[in-house]
């Protein structure tokens, strides 16, 4: 009897813990059965898989920054999608009209993105005005700013050289390998099978790298007293997660292989991973959204706390304009509507809380695949698009219900 019991709390941990995965996984299967039924293909086609990844990096790069305000209270910034707007538009600017060196454009793109974040972050640290307020200026004066840049039209096209850093694949044969066995039959078949394999190799690396970070990680916190997962949950993770890695990079595998976009996603998650959870400045995040009152009492610079993290969102949202761009290949007026929107959604779905606090990069990013696989699957099915932002809406809702109904139960407990 005392088995069964340890047994059924070592499955409820499980799934409690790893509850956003399950729905995720099950929304997917819930999708290919429809878009069979329907005969409109798969959604686990590799082509498939790849347009998923490439058309919705830029969700899972704002994610990453947008967790950190969200931490420090549940505050937002709504200015994200212009600043992408107006980040584009001088990358337009100085890279196709002015023949500006590649790395040298962005550099100065990066520059301003994170000059816009800390005007932002100025205003909101040390001012005192509201977040909700100040982004919601920012919206408004970055869109039109962008607008006057580029005068109401488009920049494009960009020049390879650029959308090599951005759109391109990896392996990759060389153009002069291409010319000299391009026409050869089994070129291809040989590109297939270099593709599979370098593909799996470099995904079981991924795996074997996050397996060890996580148990470090793991380690450190319990060493410093933190309160973790339950080590069948903490298995369960990492287990689901390195097969869900090793499913997606078959399928990659399968088409053109890792696109690089999806390495600096990963290198971003990475680095914003290991920033929130195992380094001071991190932790006051965690700190501030907790008890703002508290934290500062404890010698915890508020201020400047806010004022990173808003200035870092604006280096994020410059680094989500020039993976846009390049995957327009021009850069737009309109460029970046509602990208504020999937990013807030993506972290309050992957766990984060309304009140701050509370919340992983991992989770942000969970979310992100949640909603470019709702995006995906209902535009396969052909779903109209007003239909599509109702369904988004409600998940939102959901996601922001359920959190406050535990935190009441927790409370009332």
């Not at 995965?21 to 099950?26: A, P, W, Y």
């Not at 595998?253 to 690089?260: E, N, S």
């Amino acid at each position: 009897m005392e088995n069964k019991n340890k047994l059924g709390n070592s499955v409820k941990s499980v799934l409690k813990g790893n509850t956003m995965i399950f729905i995720l996984v099950g929304v997917m299967l819930l999708f290919e059965v429809l878009i069979r039924i329907s005969g409109h293909g798969s959604l686990f086609a590799p082509a498939n898989i790849t347009n998923i990844v490439r058309q919705n990096a830029y969700v899972a790069i704002l994610a990453t920054g947008m967790l950190l305000c969200i931490l420090t209270g549940g505050n937002i910034d709504l200015s994200v999608g212009s600043v992408v707007a107006l980040v584009g538009a001088l990358a337009g600017v100085f890279i196709v009209n002015l023949g500006m060196p590649v790395w040298l454009a962005i550099c100065l793109c990066l520059l301003m993105g994170t000059l816009i974040g800390a005007f932002h972050g100025f205003f909101i640290a040390y001012i005192h005005i509201p977040p909700f307020i100040t982004t919601l200026a920012g919206m408004l004066l970055w869109r039109g700013v962008a607008t006057i840049i580029l005068d109401g039209r488009p920049i494009a096209p960009f020049p390879e050289k650029y959308l090599k850093l951005f759109e391109s694949f990896i392996p990759n044969p060389s153009d002069a390998t291409m010319e000299k066995w391009g026409e050869l039959d089994l070129f291809d078949e040989w590109v297939d099978k270099y593709t599979l394999m370098v593909t799996l190799i470099i995904t079981l690396i991924c795996i074997l790298a996050f397996v060890v970070m996580e148990i470090i990680s793991r380690r450190k916190k319990i060493k410093n007293n933190y309160t973790v997962s339950s080590k069948g949950s903490f298995i369960a993770k990492l287990v689901v997660l390195s097969i869900v890695i090793l499913i997606m990079g078959q399928f990659l595998a399968r088409d053109r292989g890792l696109p690089v976009v999806l390495i600096l996603m990963g290198v971003i998650i990475a680095v914003y991973s290991y920033f929130t959870q195992n380094t001071v400045p991190g932790r006051y995040l965690y700190a501030i959204g907790g008890n703002a009152k508290a934290a500062k009492l404890s010698g915890v610079n508020t201020d400047n706390v806010m004022f990173f993290a808003y200035t870092n969102m604006g280096f994020i949202s410059a680094v989500a304009a020039l993976v846009t761009i390049a995957r327009l290949n021009s850069a737009q007026p309109t460029a970046g509507q509602n990208y504020e929107m999937d990013a807030i959604a993506s972290c309050f779905i992957g766990g984060a809380s309304a009140y701050g606090g509370t919340g992983t990069v991992s989770g942000a990013v969970i979310g992100a695949i949640f909603m470019g696989v709702l995006n995906n699957g209902m535009s396969i099915l052909g779903v109209d698009m007003n239909w599509q932002r109702a369904v988004k809406g409600m998940v939102l809702l959901g996601a922001v219900i359920f959190d406050v109904v535990s935190k009441r139960k927790k409370t009332s407990k």
